[in-house]
């Protein structure tokens, strides 16, 4: 079994996607959780469509059925678990009844749903940003921890909660440190050990004792003065961050401004000094997967004009700063530094990737990689920590100025901000964004397929074609960020997660009205 909530694989992930289709082909039973019904819903056994923003109250309503009808794995709970109790208070909170009330989904089709879920083993649990970019984020991610620990999928192949990446190779810059809380391979910056070791292996006396700040925490601190230089690599924040107006007096106040990417894009027009990169292709490196597989990418063509590696314009920035940086190639770093100084990396070396690539943790070169975590519910804590959530609502919710929810993702045939896509010639295929709404709401406006339509949130609006879809549900609005005119991000809600920094892309109030 599969289940898949907050995820648009067939658009966000169509490779993926395509191994999720086969798995169905061959008689696996597909959950999908969505508000909208994605081509991937069409082959679901079960199309749960929850209302946006009500994951965490869907989710403690399965539970109360597993635990009030004692489906849940008892045996797995009581020796690979703990916090079950706190776990079981919370979740009686939410009867099938409430649940429903709050996602839309029936109670029975919760209870009907809860005992499909206990009755096969084992079922992999795969989320995306549906899940993750919401205020309750953390959260939403928390209560499908819980879910899966409660049935006892955690830990064997098939298995697991299962994050599909927003981007291609978020999970590699994660592990390398392109975070402001750890250094590479997830060691803290609040740890002295772990300072002591990297500030001896890269040559320096001391390093930060506290993570640094996140990226909203650097924009507002460009427009009071606590940010004083701003440094952007391979990132479009004037398009991709919400409330666009706010990011662009932002990123106008910097006092200094770096943008080191392989396009001028529209964030670029803001900075003082732009570094021409190398893209993919042009330079040798990894890549690591949602699996944790790390794979070889190799260089097939030079880089144009001044563009150079990415880990060369460091090095020469740091030489600068009085810094020799020996390691001479991307495989150096890797062989030399990184697999040196993170344990979970220690065996990862290029050699050993040639074909197909390892999945840390590899601690030696003998170690064939790990397949999945916490095998057999061994978890790398211990036991597995059951954390009982409550469900908040959106930051913003309908209201009578206010009446739709906007929700916001990717499309098939685009990829962000078309930083790389409007110049493949994929603007022929999808050449201009949408609002896409329900039937039932486009003809209580008055609204045909193509009809010009003003789409209006607290901050902004936006002028887009109307696409009516059967796909969408009554009181929904459906955009993306891709081009520049009608972007999403002009609508959405500059709010976060507390923890994670994380915005509020899925949700916030809009209205609708047709452009006479």
């Known amino acids: 079994m599969i289940v898949v909530i907050g995820s648009n694989m067939t658009e966000a992930h169509p490779v993926a996607a395509t191994f999720v289709k086969d798995a169905v082909l061959d008689g696996a039973q597909l959950i999908v959780v969505d508000p909208r019904r994605t081509d991937l819903a069409d082959l679901a056994t079960v199309h749960a469509q929850i209302k946006v923003g009500s994951d965490v109250a869907f989710l403690n309503g399965l539970m109360h059925?597993?635990?009030?009808?004692?489906?849940?794995?008892?045996?797995?709970?009581?020796?690979?678990?703990?916090?079950?109790?706190?776990?079981?208070?919370?979740?009686?909170?939410?009867?099938?009844?409430?649940?429903?009330?709050?996602?839309?989904?029936?109670?029975?089709?919760?209870r009907a749903l809860a005992r499909r879920?206990?009755?096969?083993?084992?079922?992999?649990?795969?989320?995306?940003?549906?899940?993750?970019?919401?205020?309750?984020?953390?959260?939403?991610?928390?209560?499908?921890?819980?879910?899966?620990?409660?049935?006892?999928?955690?830990g064997f192949e098939c298995g697991g909660v299962n994050p599909l990446r927003g981007q291609n190779n978020v999970q590699g810059a994660c592990d390398m440190g392109a975070l402001p809380n750890v250094f590479p391979g997830y060691q803290r910056v609040d740890n002295p050990d772990a300072r002591k070791k990297f500030a001896e292996a890269w040559g320096v006396e001391k390093l930060p004792e506290k993570p640094g700040i996140m990226?909203?925490?650097?924009?507002?601190?460009?427009?009071?003065?606590?940010?004083?230089?701003?440094?952007?690599?391979?990132e479009n924040l004037a398009n991709t961050e919400p409330d666009i107006r706010h990011v662009e007096h932002c990123l106008?106040?910097?006092?200094?401004?770096?943008?080191?990417?392989?396009?001028?894009?529209?964030?670029?027009?803001?900075?003082?000094?732009?570094?021409?990169?190398?893209?993919?292709?042009?330079?040798?490196?990894?890549f690591t997967s949602s699996e944790r597989r790390v794979s070889m990418v190799r260089k097939?063509?030079?880089?144009?004009?001044?563009?150079?590696?990415?880990?060369?314009?460091?090095?020469?920035?740091?030489?600068?700063?009085?810094?020799?940086?020996?390691?001479?190639?991307?495989?150096?770093?890797?062989d030399h530094e990184l697999s040196v100084e993170a344990p979970a990396y220690g065996g990862i070396k290029y050699a050993r990737i040639e074909n197909d690539g390892l999945q840390w943790p590899c601690p030696n070169v003998e170690h064939p990689?790990?397949?999945?975590?916490?095998?057999?519910?061994?978890?790398?804590?211990g036991k597995g920590m059951f954390m009982p959530v409550e469900w908040t609502p959106p930051a913003e919710v309908p209201d009578n100025e206010y009446p739709f929810v906007l929700s916001t993702g990717r499309r098939l045939y685009h990829y962000h901000t078309r930083t790389q896509t409007g110049r493949?010639?994929?603007?022929?295929?999808?050449?201009?964004?949408?609002?896409?709404?329900?039937?039932?709401?486009?003809?209580?406006?008055?609204?045909?397929?193509?009809?010009?339509?003003?789409?209006?949130?607290?901050?902004?609006?936006?002028?887009?074609?109307?696409?009516?879809?059967?796909r969408i549900p009554p009181g929904l609005v459906w955009m993306a960020f891709h081009f520049r005119e009608g972007n999403a991000n002009w609508l959405t809600n500059d709010v976060f997660d507390p923890e994670t920094k994380t915005a509020e892309y899925k949700a916030c109030a809009v209205n609708i009205e047709k452009i006479a």
């Open 65 to 110: 059925v597993l635990i009030s009808e004692d489906l849940y794995d008892k045996a797995y709970v009581e020796s690979c678990t703990m916090g079950f109790e706190d776990l079981k208070k919370k979740v009686l909170e939410y009867p099938p009844e409430r649940a429903a009330d709050i996602s839309g989904i029936p109670a029975d089709a919760i």
């Open 117 to 154: 879920l206990a009755s096969v083993k084992p079922a992999m649990l795969m989320y995306t940003l549906g899940i993750t970019e919401h205020t309750c984020g953390v959260n939403n991610v928390l209560s499908c921890a819980n879910l899966q620990m409660l049935l006892g999928n955690v």
């Open 215 to 234: 990226i909203p925490q650097m924009l507002d601190g460009l427009t009071d003065g606590k940010v004083k230089a701003f440094y952007i690599f391979g």
């Open 252 to 286: 106008a106040s910097a006092e200094f401004l770096v943008c080191q990417d392989i396009f001028p894009t529209e964030t670029t027009r803001f900075a003082d000094v732009v570094l021409p990169a190398a893209a993919w292709g042009e330079n040798e490196g990894t």
């Open 300 to 334: 097939f063509k030079s880089p144009p004009g001044k563009a150079m590696p990415n880990w060369w314009i460091f090095k020469q920035i740091a030489k600068r700063f009085g810094q020799e940086w020996k390691s001479e190639s991307a495989r150096e770093i890797w």
């Open 369 to 381: 990689g790990t397949f999945y975590l916490h095998r057999d519910g061994k978890f790398t804590r």
């Open 424 to 470: 493949s010639g994929m603007d022929a295929i999808l050449p201009e964004e949408t609002a896409d709404i329900s039937p039932q709401d486009a003809q209580r406006l008055g609204i045909v397929d193509g009809d010009k339509i003003k789409v209006s949130s607290r901050r902004n609006h936006v002028q887009v074609k109307a696409r009516v879809s059967d």
